[in-house]
């Protein structure tokens, strides 16, 4: 599947931004989506995972209790709300796609970059203090 993300920008701490990853394939409910970002000289990072319905949902211990994973199906888009942000939140954002049969996720597979099969371009995200 093909994925676009959008939304990113500056913001001061404390500000809050949505990001949105969409595509025009038909077949987008089949997969689980998650976001991940990579910040200058670091390692990238699981943000959080969203399951085939929106049901099922998982989050970094970084961002809990500050983002928001949801999607819509009927416009194929899954959305990052992000609130609180804070200087530390600064890095590309990207989502990505895991063709699956399960209408769940978990942290044995959806926190891991390597069960996405599918990689949008990236959305910069700067949060100034």
């Known amino acids: 599947v093909q994925l676009v993300e959008s939304g990113g920008g500056l913001v001061q701490a404390g500000g809050s931004l949505k990001l949105s990853c969409a595509t025009t394939?038909?077949?987008?409910?089949?997969?689980?989506i998650g976001w991940f970002r990579q910040a200058p000289g670091k390692d990238r990072e699981f943000v959080a995972a969203?399951?085939?319905?929106?049901?099922?949902?998982l989050y970094g211990d970084s961002v809990k209790g500050r983002f928001t994973i949801s999607r819509d199906n009927a416009e194929n888009t899954v959305y990052l709300q992000m609130n609180s942000l804070k200087p530390d939140d600064t890095a590309a954002y990207y989502c990505?796609?895991?063709?699956?049969?399960?209408?769940?996720?978990?942290?044995?597979?959806?926190?891991?970059?390597?069960?996405?099969?599918?990689w949008g371009q990236g959305t910069q995200v700067t949060v100034s203090s």
């Open positions: 990505a796609g895991r063709n699956t049969n399960h209408d769940y996720v978990t942290n044995l597979y959806e926190i891991y970059e390597s069960q996405y099969d599918s």
């Open positions: 394939e038909r077949t987008f409910s089949n997969y689980a």
């Open positions: 969203v399951s085939r319905t929106g049901g099922s949902t």
